[in-house]
């Protein structure tokens, strides 16, 4: 990381602070917050309603660039996918995503460069972790997407944690940066609008039950049974699915929001006929919708997408089994929108 920290690494107090430091009154700091992330402007010479020398000290202190974005559109299918340099390495960034679907704006957002849990079919854990991602550098992507989606005229209307790493590794970074996406005077968005996605991580799931904040809990399952989930999340610290099943009830308790089980379908591995209606069998009962997400195919990855008929199926088998589903519709993979894939792209390139 760079020695200064991101402009966007500041809390609201830690900008008064800043600001009283600096012999201004403390209010200052809610303007800086006000400019960074209610409009997302980062370079302090537009802040035109600050003193030349609290803007001059802000520079001192703080690395106060624009985050360093590629982009690379595909208006046909709706997403733009967002590359983020990171400071401290050459070539190696993270991923964000914009999803433009009917009225929905979705933004999908990178909790770690990287990722040590390394699902079998997923591109971000082929290069392992290199590091977490600060609060800072979330919210740089939050801001990036949000930029754009505005000049496309729409506005973002949903965040998943989603794209590269596991959130709940990184867990205070991840919620503390939601809770400024969340703020109506930072980015506004609902709690309900906001998805954590995790393979389950028992102290984080914990955590953030016992917080109580209304974000919606999505555990990436993927497999009807353990033996099988093994071996595509061979993460040795997930849960299993009995213990998943409980945290979801815990979870609806606690803060009266349903979880959401994804479920990757991957053609002949865990999408047959047999294998949904294990996965009805095991769901009975338990509130909770299941996404169902055929896979977005991989340049180096033989794992294939089913056929639609045979995703339809999927879900209307889960369906009679009185489970709650989603079926993903095909979105982003003419520019690699899955986890990871731009990261590895590029860093091949790089090489
Ligand atoms: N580590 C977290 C969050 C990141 S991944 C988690 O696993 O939940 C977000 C979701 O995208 C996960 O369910 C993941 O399995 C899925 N995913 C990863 N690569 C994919 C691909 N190529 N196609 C479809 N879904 C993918």
């Known amino acids: 990381m760079s020695a200064r920290r991101r402009i966007t690494d500041l809390s609201p107090a830690e900008l008064s602070a800043f600001a009283s430091a600096q012999h201004q009154r403390p209010f200052r700091g809610q303007q800086i917050y006000d400019w ?184 990436s399952l993927h497999a009807p049974n353990d033996e099988l989930r093994r071996k595509l999340v061979p993460f040795a610290a997930a849960m299993d699915i009995d213990a998943m099943v409980q945290a979801a009830g815990a979870y609806l308790d606690g803060t009266g929001r349903e979880v959401t089980f994804e479920y990757v379908l991957l053609d002949g591995v865990n999408a047959s006929a047999a294998d949904a209606h294990e996965l009805a069998q095991r769901l009975r009962g338990v509130r909770g919708t299941v996404n169902l997400i055929p896979y977005n195919e991989n340049p180096g990855f033989t794992w294939k997408r089913p056929p639609a008929q045979q995703v339809d199926q999927f879900a209307e088998i889960l369906r009679s089994g009185g489970v709650k589903v989603s079926v993903r519709k095909r979105k982003g993979h003419r520019i690699l929108a899955a986890c990871g894939q731009l990261r590895l792209q590029e860093m091949q390139r790089a090489q």
């Open 36 to 219: 960074v992330m209610g409009r997302g402007v980062c370079t302090t010479s537009a802040m035109s309603d600050l003193s030349k020398p609290l803007r001059e000290a802000l520079d001192a202190e703080f690395d106060c660039s624009a985050p360093r974005v590629l982009w690379s559109g595909d208006s046909a299918s709706g997403t733009e996918k967002a590359f983020l340099q990171l400071s401290d390495a050459q070539g190696d960034g993270v991923e964000a995503v914009l999803i433009m679907e009917g009225e929905r704006t979705t933004a999908c957002i990178s909790s770690q460069a990287g990722c040590p849990v390394a699902c079998v079919f997923c591109a971000s854990g082929v290069l392992g972790l290199r590091r977490n991602l600060t609060r800072g550098e979330i919210l740089d992507q939050f801001i990036a997407v949000r930029e754009r989606a505005q000049a496309l005229g729409r506005r973002v209307s949903n965040i998943v944690v989603m794209g590269m790493g596991e959130p709940m590794l990184n867990y205070s970074a991840v919620v503390e940066a939601l809770d400024v996406i969340h703020d109506p005077k930072g980015g506004g968005i609902g709690a309900r609008h906001i998805t954590i996605s995790t393979v389950g991580l028992e102290k984080g799931v914990r955590r953030l039950t016992e917080e109580g904040k209304p974000y919606t809990l999505a555990f």
